[in-house]
């Protein structure tokens, strides 16, 4: 399985200031249950928001820099074939690219699996989830959040397969 996770907002903003535009735990729960135990795949600015290698999963950033720069444990690659490389070794193993946008961008034509959240609001955002065609994904789950006062918004779980090849 080679997995999109993330979540936006009524625009598809995902990120504003190098942060998620809102702090929405709920979600940070449902991340961190889905993607524990396997690989997640961090362009290098995603990676800087977790401040540190994510525990019990396997830590891939990519990025042009020199892998001395990131912490020890952490595989380096620079560019996404060597990750789709990695990944069809590994067949086995459950692989989450996490963004940001460049990542969704350049595996969208290979992913398999897409879990979203949608969070009905709009946030001031700079960051976007590219276009995706969900004519090429069939809806699996659905799950509606619970909105309490730490998770103020209205928001959805989805998990999408895909049932129809991209066009590369
Ligand atoms: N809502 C969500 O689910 C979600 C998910 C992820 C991120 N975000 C947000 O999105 C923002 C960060 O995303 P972003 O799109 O700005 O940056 P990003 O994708 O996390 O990082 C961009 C960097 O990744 C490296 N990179 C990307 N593609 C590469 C490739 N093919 N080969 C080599 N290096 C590559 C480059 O690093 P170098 O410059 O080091 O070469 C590039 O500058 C933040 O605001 C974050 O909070 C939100």
Do not use: C
Request: net charge negative; charged share 25%.
């Amino acid at each position: 399985m080679l997995a999109f996770i993330w979540a936006e907002d009524s625009n598809h903003g995902i990120g504003y200031q190098g942060q998620l535009p809102w702090h929405l735990p709920a979600d940070m729960q449902f991340f961190k249950e889905t993607t524990m135990g396997n690989t997640i795949v961090a362009g290098r600015k995603t990676f800087a928001t977790f401040k540190r290698p994510l525990h019990n999963r396997k830590n891939i950033v990519l990025t042009t820099r020199d892998a001395a720069e990131f912490p020890e444990g952490v595989a380096v690659f620079h560019s996404a074939k060597e990750v789709l490389t990695y990944y069809t070794s590994r067949l086995d193993e459950k692989m989450f690219i996490v963004g940001g946008s460049r990542l969704f961008a350049d595996f969208l034509p290979y992913t398999t699996d897409l879990y979203r959240t949608t969070i009905e609001h709009e946030f001031d955002v700079d960051t976007y989830m590219p276009e995706i065609d969900y004519s090429q994904f069939l809806l699996n789950d659905f799950e509606q959040g619970k909105v309490d006062e730490k998770n103020p918004y209205p928001f959805k779980f989805e998990h999408f397969i895909r049932v129809k090849p991209s066009q590369v």
